[in-house]
């Protein structure tokens, strides 16, 4: 199973980015997916998590501002952040909580994709 993630860059304050993170591989399931992110010197942080049927959370930094949403068919994670902030500088990776086939039976793992930068700009 893999995870690949896109869609980070360089933004000014105020702007918007939309980051994906796709999953790939011999998947039977998906639990919750979520972002993450950490800025330099600092704990990795929870962004923001959804489940398989729709519920989410988010760090209340982000709360009013960035939007998590999944594609079940399409083993995919988005998270629409607008009115960007120089605060939400950091590399953003995604996770996933997958039951994958082993054999004749299935396992489950969370797995991390590569970190996306995003730099927001004053």
């Known amino acids: 199973v893999q995870l690949q993630a896109s869609g980070g860059g360089l933004v000014q304050a105020g702007g918007s980015l939309r980051l994906s993170c796709a999953a790939s591989g011999r998947i039977f399931s998906i639990d919750a997916m979520g972002w993450y992110r950490q800025a330099p010197g600092k704990q990795r942080e929870l962004v923001a998590r959804i489940t398989s049927g729709g519920s989410s959370n988010y760090a209340d930094s982000v709360k009013g501002r960035f939007t998590i949403s999944r594609d079940n068919a399409k083993n995919t994670v988005y998270l629409q952040m607008n009115s960007l902030k120089p605060e939400d500088t950091a590399v953003y990776s995604c996770?996933?909580?997958?039951?994958?086939?082993?054999?004749?039976?299935?396992?489950?793992?969370?797995?991390w994709g590569q970190g996306t930068q995003v730099t927001v700009s004053s």
């Open positions: 996770n996933a909580d997958v039951e994958y086939y082993w054999g004749s039976s299935t396992r489950k793992a969370a797995y």
